[in-house]
């Protein structure tokens, strides 16, 4: 089975507003994760490619450093849109399945996915990561890639469950708490800086932000 990875990156100098940091220190925040995550999903066996969705040129520069597929998303409407532009090239070269990862998760390991697609079934199915406060999608794994659409922002996990549910009875939620913790405001960075996980990158956080 062919299973892509998709990443939607947007502008480091837009993103992660809540966070109440100068635009410097979000940007290398921003750029320090998703080098993380692409860290680790490059040497994930589970993942066949990864697509980035962004016009961030820090993002495209880190995406040649994984081998990563990057479509340029000049317009940058939403989340949404950039999804849809990597399911176009999905489907277009074979593959069965995707997975939407945001670009703030970088506690993620690569047992992580192997347990979350441990509950895969055949032939349609959707499984569900939701955020650390059930609020948000942090893994979305769709096969086929078209079974829904997605619904990203405003509750997108409550909506993403509702959808799936429409499309067919194969619906898995999957707590994993590494995936689980994102970063979007303040408390969230604070979670962040307690963790045992990955300690070499919690220091470069620390770094960044002193």
Same mark, same amino acid.
């Given at each position: 089975?062919?299973?892509?990875?998709?990443?939607?990156?947007?502008?480091?100098?837009?993103?992660?507003?809540?966070?109440?940091?100068?635009?410097?220190?979000?940007?290398?925040?921003?750029? !320090?994760?998703?080098?993380?995550?692409?860290?680790?999903? $490059?040497? $994930?066996?589970?993942?066949?490619?990864?697509?980035?969705?962004?016009?961030?040129?820090? *993002?495209?520069?880190?995406?040649?450093? =994984?081998?990563?597929?990057?479509?340029?998303?000049?317009?940058?409407?939403? %989340?949404?849109?950039? %999804? $849809?532009?990597?399911?176009?090239?999905?489907?277009?070269? #074979?593959?069965? *399945?995707?997975?939407?990862?945001?670009? #703030?998760?970088?506690?993620?390991?690569?047992? #992580?996915? +192997?347990?979350?697609?441990?509950?895969?079934?055949?032939?349609?199915?959707?499984?569900?990561?939701?955020?650390?406060?059930?609020?948000?999608?942090?893994?979305?794994?769709?096969?086929?890639?078209?079974?829904?659409?997605?619904?990203? #922002?405003?509750?997108?996990?409550?909506?993403?469950?509702?959808? *799936?549910?429409?499309?067919?009875?194969?619906?898995?939620?999957? =707590?994993?708490?590494?995936?689980? !913790? +994102?970063?979007?405001? /303040?408390?969230?960075?604070?979670?962040?800086?307690? /963790?045992?996980?990955?300690?070499?990158?919690?220091?470069?956080?620390?770094?960044?932000?002193?």
């Amino acid at each position: 089975m062919k299973i892509a990875a998709i990443i939607p990156v947007k502008t480091f100098s837009n993103a992660k507003t809540r966070l109440k940091l100068p635009s410097e220190k979000i940007e290398e925040l921003c750029k !320090l994760m998703l080098e993380e995550i692409l860290q680790t999903l $490059s040497i $994930s066996p589970k993942i066949e490619k990864i697509i980035l969705i962004t016009k961030e040129e820090k *993002a495209i520069e880190l995406g040649k450093k =994984f081998n990563t597929v990057t479509i340029i998303d000049n317009e940058e409407k939403s %989340v949404n849109e950039a %999804v $849809s532009l990597a399911e176009e090239y999905l489907l277009e070269n #074979d593959f069965n *399945a995707s997975i939407v990862f945001p670009q #703030d998760i970088p506690f993620i390991k690569t047992q #992580d996915i +192997d347990f979350m697609l441990k509950y895969q079934m055949h032939p349609n199915f959707v499984i569900i990561v939701p955020s650390r406060k059930f609020d948000g999608t942090n893994a979305l794994v769709r096969m086929p890639i078209n079974i829904m659409k997605t619904h990203y #922002d405003n509750d997108s996990y409550r909506n993403h469950m509702k959808t *799936a549910k429409e499309h067919t009875l194969n619906v898995a939620m999957v =707590f994993v708490k590494r995936i689980m !913790l +994102d970063v979007d405001d /303040q408390e969230d960075l604070s979670v962040l800086l307690e /963790q045992k996980e990955k300690p070499n990158f919690v220091e470069k956080v620390k770094k960044i932000l002193n």
